[in-house]
């Protein structure tokens, strides 16, 4: 979770995604973040509109329609930096070649540190 104007965020690392873990991703940022309203920009991934989450109360959740890439935030010719991240990952780490979970992990840790 990533609040553009302020920089305020929230990152929890997952091993895999299924919709356990997402409830449990939500649980925490809303436990964090009590007396905020969270709104969120979501793909159409079945981990997140599986019926059987849970929504905190104070998230909303925004699904952005299948196949436009105009507000796909990933679509880095529109997007704007804060939307670029998971592209500045990429690009930072992929000469880097870890060799295990940990050192991938330190690496992200590295990088997510330097953008605060």
Same mark, same amino acid.
């Given at each position: 979770? %990533?609040?553009?104007?302020? $920089?305020?965020?929230?990152?929890?690392?997952?091993?895999?995604?299924?919709?356990?873990?997402?409830? %449990? !991703?939500?649980?925490?940022?809303?436990? &964090?973040?009590? $007396?905020?309203?969270?709104?969120? /920009?979501? #793909? /159409?991934?079945?981990v997140?509109?599986?019926?059987?989450?849970?929504?905190?109360?104070?998230?909303?959740?925004? !699904?952005?329609?299948?196949?436009?890439?105009?507000?796909n935030?990933?679509?880095?010719?529109?997007?704007?930096?804060?939307? &670029? %991240?998971? /592209?500045? !990952?990429?690009l $930072?780490?992929?000469?880097?070649?870890?060799? #295990?979970? #940990?050192?991938? &992990?330190?690496?992200?840790?590295?990088?997510?540190?330097?953008?605060?």
């Open positions: 979770m %990533v609040k553009p104007a302020t $920089g305020k965020h929230f990152f929890y690392e997952f091993t895999y995604l299924n919709s356990n873990c997402f409830q %449990v !991703f939500l649980g925490l940022g809303s436990e &964090r973040y009590k $007396g905020y309203i969270f709104i969120m /920009q979501l #793909d /159409q991934a079945g997140h509109r599986a019926k059987r989450l849970q929504i905190p109360t104070n998230m909303i959740f925004m !699904f952005q329609p299948c196949h436009t890439l105009g507000i935030p990933y679509a880095l010719s529109r997007a704007k930096p804060y939307e &670029r %991240v998971w /592209q500045h !990952f990429k $930072g780490l992929r000469w880097k070649l870890p060799k #295990d979970i #940990d050192t991938l &992990r330190l690496l992200m840790r590295i990088k997510l540190e330097a953008m605060t």
